[in-house]
């Protein structure tokens, strides 16, 4: 090795160790000014803990269970009634233009379009209470498969009704 060599390593071995003196000094520093000044606690952590780690699902056991369940059922239908889809409108074209289109306008999964008679021909012979509770409950046959309340549970009763009307009303 020659002479300028070993003083580059002597003096790059410097340079790497002021660097790694500086670097623990922030460290250092760092701690001391965390340790003077800790970060504030969210008040809603506990509850984020508390709901990260809350079972899945509940077991439940006797008429005390059942209970249990059916209240649970019962909050939950009670929520998703609150929460009203598209502003609670019962315009059929806003529902079927936002929700409905998406299969109806492509056939997707056997749903008939909407500017098909043919397809539409059987169901319509159906009669319309049909029509509604396959659109509310949902439906799976030949075709394909209606999810119920076109895939939306905060969509409500009238405004499914609406929507199955207004869609009758352009296969004519």
Known sequence: MTKTDLEFLK?????I?????????FILLALYIYAKHPAAKSPDAGKAV????????DSYAGDTG???????????????AAQVAYGGTTDGKVIYDQLCGACHKAGISGAPKLDDKADWAPRLAQGVDTL??????GFTGKKGVMP???GNPSLNDEQIKATVHWMIEQTK
Not at 11 to 15: A, C, E, H, N, W
Not at 67 to 80: D, P
């Open 17 to 25: 160790g002021v660097l790694a003196l500086m670097a623990l000094a």
């Open 66 to 80: 059942r209970a249990a369940m059916l209240a649970a059922e019962e909050a939950r239908k009670k929520a998703a």
């Open 132 to 137: 509604i509770k396959h659109a509310t409950e």
């Open 148 to 150: 119920a309340r076109g």
């Open 11 to 15: 003096r790059f071995s410097m340079l």
């Open 50 to 57: 508390t709901e990260r780690i809350a079972p899945v699902g």
